[in-house]
């Protein structure tokens, strides 16, 4: 007979661009059994339902399916991609309200149905609404999680990677901070083989010039801008790090992510949520790591907490 196990469902709120290009990366991972969609626009949910079932047959049995919010129970993870657009006239404060309270109602309902999993936030500001999430849901905050920088460290590995001509997953670097315009660039702890990156360009005989590295952070901290102009959203690389955050979880693999998550004493920054090279397991946050950064690094840091905690007051929550 077989083996029975149990069924691992992931839910999604929000099957929009984000949500949806997340459901089939997970799909295609393998790592899922059950993956439900729950969107404001049942139709919309259900669309995306019924295309993504017709590719089982070709890529992993799972169960696809539109959903409600009882569907969250028992879901190991609920990641929320829900979210609204500018309207003409509103300003980002507004919209930034109004999406507070979006998240208000969908949090609610996903923790009164599922009080043990995990939340995972990607809708943007992400750092504001994984605060938001952590405050509202009333869970430990180490099931909060938020996509935070993931993506932005994925891009700038990716363009040192074409600079210096290897493999991007060979490029250890990371962003930390706000996932945004006030995000920092980790120099000092970049490196390829163990090399810091100045050192990797002596050894090996690479040209390396500084306006070309303050170029590879320009083009990462404005990638959105750019795909937005081309394309009008962004979604397979966010998609591709939520399926590795939900990897890291459901393997129990701690491994090292720049994720969004609730920060308390790291260098006199407190209450607030950011990013940080953080170790993810089966629990969600097992520890965000200390870094050794430069005092200009450090500095960097705890600007973008002050901006991120200046838009947090402005905030009715
Ligand atoms: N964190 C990241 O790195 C990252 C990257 C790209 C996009 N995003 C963000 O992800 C969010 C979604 O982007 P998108 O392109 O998928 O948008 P989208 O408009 O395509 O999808 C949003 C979906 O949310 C649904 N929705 C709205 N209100 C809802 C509610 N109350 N309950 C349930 N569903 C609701 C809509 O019906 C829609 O299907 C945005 O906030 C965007 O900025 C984040």
Redesign the pocket.
């Known amino acids: 007979m077989a083996e029975h196990t149990a069924p691992l469902r992931i839910a999604v709120?929000?099957?929009?661009?984000?949500?949806?290009?997340f459901a089939y990366a997970l799909l295609m991972s393998r790592l899922a059994t059950e993956i439900v969609l729950?969107?404001?626009?049942f139709a919309?949910?259900e669309g995306e339902a019924m295309d993504l079932n017709h590719s089982v047959p070709l890529i992993h049995h799972a169960r696809i399916w539109a959903g409600k919010y009882e569907d969250c129970a028992g879901a190991a993870v609920t990641v929320i991609?829900?979210?609204?657009?500018q309207k003409p006239g509103e300003t980002r404060l507004d919209l930034l309200q109004r999406?507070t309270s979006?998240l208000r109602?969908?949090v609610e309902s996903v923790v009164q149905h599922n009080p043990n999993g995990i939340i995972l936030?990607?809708?943007?500001?992400?750092d504001i609404l994984t605060y938001a999430a952590n405050k509202i849901s009333g869970l430990p905050s180490q099931r909060v999680i938020?996509?935070?920088t993931?993506?932005?460290t994925a891009r700038f590995r990716y363009l040192l990677s074409e600079y210096f001509n290897v493999d991007a997953r060979s490029v250890h670097a990371y962003i930390i901070g706000e996932?945004g315009d006030s995000e920092v660039p980790v120099w000092s702890l970049a490196n390829i083989a163990g090399m810091e990156l100045s050192e990797f360009c002596v050894a090996n005989g690479v040209e390396c010039h500084q306006a070309d590295m303050e170029e590879i952070f320009h083009k990462t901290r404005d990638a959105?801008y750019q795909i937005i102009e081309r394309k009008g959203?962004?979604?397979y690389?966010?998609a591709a790090?939520l399926v590795r955050i939900v990897e890291a979880i459901l393997r129990d693999q701690s491994t090292v992510l720049s994720v969004s998550s609730y920060i308390q004493d790291y260098s006199g920054i407190n209450d607030i949520c950011l990013s940080l090279p953080t170790v993810i397991s089966r629990n969600g946050i097992e520890r965000v790591l200390r870094l050794s950064l430069t005092p200009e690094e450090t500095d960097g840091l705890k600007k973008s907490a002050d901006l991120l905690k200046s838009t947090i007051e402005q905030l009715k929550l």
């Open positions: 709120v929000g099957a929009g661009n984000v949500g949806a290009t729950i969107d404001a626009n919309k949910a991609t829900a979210g609204s657009n999406n979006i109602q969908i936030v990607a809708t943007n500001p992400v938020g996509s935070g993931i993506l932005d996932h959105a959203a962004t979604y690389a966010v790090g």
